[in-house]
């Protein structure tokens, strides 16, 4: 049952409204390498990681790879794309940000 596209005015109920889209399989970065173009990386020193975890949810494109645990286990370089966000919070210096050669 489709309905006609109308302006929403405030005595308009939810029923009355255009139905909404759903869009199938948008798509999975994680089936594809993105990483392969940054210029500069991200290096985990584990002996200076403190396991605060302050990197993981600021990484745009979730390379800092977690445990079962909760614990940093390394960074997912086929992903990341180098933006050096990781780096700059990690509050002990556990992340060096580097050229990638």
């Known amino acids: 049952m489709s309905k006609e596209l109308r302006d929403v005015k405030p005595d308009v109920t939810w029923k ?21 173009w940054r210029s500069m990386k991200p290096v985990w020193n584990e002996e200076k990681c403190k396991q605060c975890l302050l990197c ?16 940093m286990t390394g960074i997912d370089y ?16 556990a992340i060096d940000f580097v050229e990638e050669v």
């Open 78 to 93: 086929d992903h990341c794309k180098g933006c050096g966000i990781c780096s700059k919070v990690c509050p002990f210096k």
């Open 16 to 36: 009355e409204i255009t139905s909404g889209g759903v869009i199938d399989s948008p798509g999975n970065a994680h089936l594809f390498k993105t990483g392969d």
């Open 56 to 71: 993981n949810p600021v990484c745009p494109d979730s390379s800092i790879m977690v445990s079962e645990e909760g614990k």
